[in-house]
């Protein structure tokens, strides 16, 4: 797969990425797969993981400043 902004190749990895969910509530999604550009850091997400990603958002307590959870399938 290649990167969509300069063309190198994207590489599979596990990671950790914050969400910005409201104005003041952040969430850190840990050990996140990712396909992550060895050029420019340039991330995506397969279509499966966002769903799972936007599920776990949905629930997230907005009351919270920051809350960290782990990604599970």
Known sequence: ???????SKMNSKITDLPFKVTETTIVIIKSLPVY????????????????????????????????IIKYAA
Do not use: F, S, W
């Not at 290649?2 to 063309?7: F, N, R, S, Y």
């Open 1 to 7: 797969m290649k990167c969509h902004i300069c063309g």
């Open 36 to 67: 992550q550009c060895g050029g420019c850091g340039e991330y995506i997400l397969d279509d499966p993981v966002m769903e799972r990603v936007e599920q776990i958002l949905e629930r997230v307590n907005t009351e919270a400043e920051l809350e």
